[in-house]
């Protein structure tokens, strides 16, 4: 079975690294700048919260769906500019961005066949919409599945990709990822994963949790000491809160990630500091480095996924007449990062009561 991981950044190098240790055939397509470092530190390093330390090189190397190099870990970069036969994949995971769909598509038809399975990895809502979409337009039916990262991946210096939280890859069921499991299961490098038939709950109840992702960004400081803090904390329940309400309203389905309801979620964030910290101490073990997604695109000036996010939040708000006030202002405060400008916790609470 060959795989695909098509925009390979953090999250995506980390699936390839942990596929690689379950001894699957693994091509990353990646920017440029991530396929010198990986050829240059010879592989991907994986590394954990809990210990973890491993390198491992990918099957090939692409930084578009005409070229590949280093094919194995014998094979040098000599060939890195020479066009080959584009590859077919049996299944693609894709690790872009949700707004950044509509511009591969031609790509993902070129590498996949009418049995390929394409498993979509975006954080919130509009992914599977985008790509069904797309196909239909062109008259090409794909087996088009969800899955979802439920912990915090860093990127770091000399090809290291750091897993800050607790938590294991959930991947639609199909055959393709099955074999994954199976594959994951018997290797001996303590790695899993989870498949879903249904996965609707699950991606309303992990955009739950990624409500936090444009607070961590604004916040600029990482999530455990983002979380010590009442304040930040308090504006996060907040934007659960309508969320929640929304999915009530609405008849959403909702997942529970967390050790406790996603009801009882912003009540247990309220917390005065000391209470949070003896009843939520699960949710603080985590890496005292650990930041958000949003808060590495903002500091690369790259667009960030706030549409899909607190931005869903806001437009399913207005269709079903659920007032948005905190996710409105966070949204609003993102897109001024986005612009260059700054913004505090301060003037999103502000806004919030503007």
């Given at each position: 079975?060959?795989?695909?991981?098509?925009?390979?950044?953090?999250?995506?190098?980390?699936?390839?690294?942990?596929?690689?240790?379950?001894?699957?055939?693994?091509?990353?397509?990646?920017?440029?700048?991530?396929?010198?470092?990986?050829?240059?530190?010879?592989?991907?390093?994986?590394?954990?919260?809990?210990?973890?330390?491993?390198?491992?090189?990918?099957?090939?190397?692409?930084?578009?769906?005409?070229?590949?190099?280093?094919?194995?870990?014998?094979?040098?970069d000599?060939?890195s500019?020479?066009?080959?036969?584009?590859?077919?994949?049996?299944?693609?995971?894709?690790?872009?961005?949700c707004?950044?769909?509509?511009?591969?598509?031609?790509?993902?038809?070129?590498?996949?066949?009418?049995?390929?399975?394409?498993?979509?990895?975006q954080?919130?809502?509009?992914?599977l919409?985008?790509?069904?979409?797309?196909?239909k337009?062109?008259?090409?039916?794909?087996?088009?599945?969800q899955?979802?990262?439920?912990?915090?991946?860093?990127?770091?210096?000399?090809?290291?990709?750091?897993?800050?939280?607790?938590?294991?890859?959930?991947?639609?069921?199909?055959?393709?990822t099955?074999a994954?499991?199976?594959?994951?299961?018997?290797?001996?490098?303590?790695?899993?994963?989870?498949?879903?038939?249904?996965m609707?709950?699950?991606?309303?109840?992990?955009?739950?949790?990624?409500?936090?992702?444009?607070?961590?960004?604004?916040?600029?400081?990482?999530?455990?000491?983002?979380?010590?803090q009442?304040?930040?904390?308090?504006?996060?329940?907040?934007?659960?809160?309508?969320?929640?309400?929304?999915?009530?309203?609405?008849?959403?389905?909702?997942?529970?990630?967390?050790?406790?309801?996603?009801?009882?979620?912003?009540?247990?964030?309220?917390?005065p500091?000391?209470?949070?910290?003896?009843?939520?101490?699960?949710?603080?073990?985590?890496?005292?480095?650990?930041?958000?997604?949003?808060?590495?695109?903002?500091?690369?000036?790259?667009?960030?996924?706030?549409?899909?996010?607190?931005?869903?939040?806001?437009?399913?708000?207005?269709?079903?007449?659920?007032?948005?006030?905190?996710?409105?202002?966070?949204?609003?405060?993102?897109?001024?990062?986005?612009?260059g400008?700054t913004?505090?916790?301060?003037?999103?609470?502000?806004?919030i009561?503007?």
């Amino acid at each position: 079975m060959k795989i695909a991981i098509f925009g390979a950044g953090s999250t995506g190098c980390f699936l390839a690294g942990e596929l690689k240790l379950a001894k699957l055939d693994v091509s990353v397509i990646c920017r440029p700048r991530i396929k010198h470092s990986i050829i240059e530190n010879n592989g991907i390093r994986l590394t954990d919260y809990q210990g973890l330390d491993q390198r491992v090189m990918p099957d090939a190397l692409m930084t578009d769906i005409n070229q590949s190099v280093n094919k194995s870990r014998n094979k040098s970069d000599n060939n890195s500019g020479d066009n080959e036969q584009i590859t077919q994949f049996d299944v693609i995971f894709v690790t872009l961005k949700c707004h950044q769909l509509t511009s591969i598509i031609d790509d993902l038809l070129a590498i996949s066949t009418q049995q390929s399975a394409i498993v979509l990895m975006q954080n919130g809502l509009g992914s599977l919409e985008i790509l069904q979409q797309a196909f239909k337009n062109r008259n090409q039916a794909r087996q088009i599945f969800q899955g979802i990262t439920p912990f915090n991946v860093l990127q770091q210096d000399n090809a290291s990709f750091h897993k800050g939280t607790e938590g294991v890859f959930t991947f639609n069921t199909c055959p393709q990822t099955r074999a994954i499991d199976t594959a994951m299961n018997n290797a001996q490098a303590n790695i899993s994963c989870t498949l879903a038939t249904d996965m609707t709950a699950i991606i309303n109840g992990k955009l739950l949790l990624n409500l936090n992702n444009a607070l961590n960004a604004i916040c600029d400081v990482p999530i455990k000491q983002q979380l010590s803090q009442r304040k930040t904390r308090k504006l996060l329940a907040m934007a659960m809160q309508e969320w929640l309400k929304v999915c009530k309203q609405a008849h959403l389905p909702l997942a529970q990630f967390a050790k406790v309801k996603p009801s009882l979620l912003p009540l247990i964030l309220s917390l005065p500091d000391s209470l949070f910290t003896l009843i939520a101490k699960p949710m603080l073990a985590i890496d005292p480095h650990a930041r958000s997604s949003m808060w590495q695109d903002i500091h690369a000036q790259r667009p960030t996924e706030i549409d899909y996010l607190n931005g869903a939040v806001v437009k399913l708000g207005l269709n079903h007449q659920v007032a948005t006030p905190v996710n409105s202002a966070i949204v609003a405060g993102i897109k001024k990062l986005e612009q260059g400008k700054t913004i505090s916790i301060d003037e999103i609470y502000r806004m919030i009561r503007a």
